[in-house]
């Protein structure tokens, strides 16, 4: 992102796209939802949904699955 993003400033137009775009790409190339709020000062929701409206498919939950205890 060339222009740094004020914590709270609202985005539209082009900003908003640049934006969605540049997190779009970091999200593809690994890293989480969360990372990308603490790195750029936005929240959790606010990323995620920037991710949505770009068209972005979100990778499922991660995490260790409980299964059941063998007897």
Known sequence: MSEAVKKGERLTGDR???????????????QSIRQL????GRSYGAVHRLLVD???????RGGARRTAKAS
């Open 16 to 30: 908003r796209d640049q934006l969605a775009k540049d997190l779009a790409a970091k999200y593809a190339s690994g």
């Open 37 to 40: 709020a603490a790195e750029t």
């Open 54 to 60: 770009h068209g972005v498919n979100l990778r499922s």
